[in-house]
């Protein structure tokens, strides 16, 4: 599976950007899709994740209300829609994706995903 992530550039804080992650290769709807960011200095951490065929979406609870991840089937992509953004949410940001069977509890660590697209960078100005 290979990954594109793009959508990444320069907002004010208050603006939004829609990340895009677009999914190549051996795909389908056993996947799990993630977002990760990595602010500088700190490390990688858990944004949003979702199962490609659907169901519950998992969030940051700092993104809660502000992120919404979804996904296109015809164009094999999946989106973050980052609005109200905030100094903090910049970053580099990264998607990720495995097929293996993931719980609830292991969404939200980098370790349960196998492939990983190049990121993209958001800055947010206060």
């Known amino acids: 599976v290979q990954l594109q992530a793009s959508g990444g550039g320069l907002v004010q804080a208050g603006g939004s950007l829609r990340l895009s992650c677009a999914a190549s290769?051996?795909?389908?709807?056993?996947?799990?899709m993630a977002w990760f960011r990595q602010a500088p200095g700190k490390e990688r951490e858990f944004v949003a994740a979702?199962?490609?065929?659907?169901?519950?979406?998992y969030y940051q609870n700092s993104v809660k209300g502000r992120f919404t991840m979804s996904r296109d089937n015809a164009e094999n992509t999946v989106y973050l829609q980052m609005n109200r953004l905030k100094f903090e949410d910049t970053a580099i940001y990264y998607c990720?994706?495995?097929?293996?069977?993931?719980?609830?509890?292991?969404?939200?660590?980098?370790?349960?995903?196998?492939?990983w697209g190049q990121g993209t960078l958001v800055t947010v100005s206060s």
């Open positions: 290769g051996r795909t389908g709807s056993r996947y799990f």
């Open positions: 979702r199962r490609w065929s659907g169901g519950t979406t």
């Open positions: 990720a994706a495995t097929e293996r069977g993931l719980i609830a509890s292991t969404v939200y660590s980098d370790l349960s995903y196998d492939y």
